[in-house]
């Protein structure tokens, strides 16, 4: 399960004296960042903000208070919940004896809200995606809340002041982990780098497609049954053309999901921010391109959520004074224009397409 509900359910129900301890007060339940607060302050703070509390599928995200009505569902004691605030604020001070004087802790938000706030999507239709083990995207759709026609996550991308500002979020399960398959399993590279000049080694994909759901397919599919696939080998496929088939699907799910965005929006993105370590292959940034047929904007600074984090503290602290102090922060590494003829570019994403269709068919035929 996606989201905590289930799981603090299960471990009431299942762990002997769970319940009870809970329902007398000596047990509490939070997120990472509520057990990183609790363990810095001394067990003097139980908090969390909106980012993470919308993880816990109890948070109501429009009304900014926890849901009575799914708390009750669930059967947990509403005492066992954290505090949430604002993503910019006091949290609490760390205990004296950790750093040898107490350190305010100024802001908080989840992984993907901290990069997203890292690379300074603040305005509405901005988008970041971010390349790691998986791939996590998120679109900047404003302060007022948007339910995703097409399969996608709304959530709070950060609270200031009061305010929530929300993203459309897209999850892809497999990412870098397909370079890792490619490197770990069928060692044909030696190093993730390798796949770039193999990919750049042939001049197409020869019909070669990797659709990568070892763990299922995510957004906007959601197919947990699912199972990966490679369709159009020939005796000729080799290393090169399977590398360049697994950086090619970094791009077609990026496009999945930016279709869904725009169609859930209604706005038509130019730019696109990305991040994570898959970002240093330059072909794949620029496949990317050619399938999305936006740019692609690489940062100086590609630890996005820890800068995400620093901001937010930095707004705390002063160090920042608003949004617009952080905008003139975010400096261009790389740019990547699309350079592929737009009906090539179609053809290879329609066949992405039918090939994941094929993949999800297969679920209901077995």
Not at 2 to 9: D, T
Not at 66 to 71: F, G, N, V
Not at 102 to 124: H, L, R, S
Not at 171 to 184: E, H, K, T, V
């Amino acid at each position: 399960p996606y989201f905590s509900n289930s799981k603090i359910c299960w471990i009431l129900d299942h762990v002997a004296g769970a319940r009870d301890l809970a329902e007398a007060g000596h047990l509490a339940f939070g997120t990472v960042e509520s057990f990183l607060v609790w363990n810095l302050t001394g067990g003097k703070e139980h908090i969390s903000d909106v980012t993470n509390a919308a993880r816990t599928g109890l948070y109501d995200i429009v009304k900014n208070c926890w849901d009575d009505e799914l708390i009750d569902l669930y059967d947990i004691p509403k005492s066992i919940l954290p505090t949430v605030k604002d993503s910019v604020c006091e949290f609490g001070k760390t205990d004296p004896d950790i750093f040898g004087a107490p350190i305010v802790i100024g802001g908080i938000a989840g992984d993907q809200n901290a990069a997203t706030f890292g690379q300074c999507c603040f305005d509405e239709g901005m988008i970041k995606s971010t390349y790691g083990t998986g791939c996590f995207a998120l679109m900047n759709i404003g302060t007022t809340f948007k339910k995703s026609d097409n399969k996608l996550l709304t959530t709070p991308a950060y609270r200031l002041n009061g305010e929530t500002t929300y993203a459309l979020e897209g999850s892809i399960f497999m990412a870098g982990a397909i370079i890792q398959w490619l490197r770990d399993e069928l060692q044909i590279i030696k190093h993730a780098a390798d796949t770039e000049d193999l990919a750049q080694s042939v001049h197409d994909n020869d019909g070669v497609y990797l659709v990568p759901a070892f763990t299922g397919l995510g957004a906007p599919h959601w197919q947990p049954e699912a199972k990966a696939a490679i369709f159009g080998l020939t005796r000729g496929s080799g290393r090169a053309l399977l590398s360049r088939a697994a950086l090619e699907a970094q791009a077609y799910q990026t496009m999945d999901l930016f279709a869904a965005m725009q169609s859930d929006s209604g706005i038509e993105t130019e730019v696109l921010r990305v991040d994570g370590g898959l970002v240093a292959n330059n072909f794949m940034c620029q496949f990317l391109a050619d399938i999305t047929r936006v740019e692609i904007d690489v940062p100086v600074n590609k630890e996005t959520t820890a800068l995400g984090a620093a901001f937010l503290a930095g707004l705390h602290a002063g160090i920042y004074q608003d949004l617009d102090d952080l905008r003139k922060t975010w400096r261009m590494s790389h740019q990547f224009t699309p350079k592929m003829h737009a009906d090539n570019a179609t053809t290879y994403y329609a066949q992405w397409q039918h090939y994941v269709r094929c993949v999800i068919d297969s679920v209901s035929q077995s």
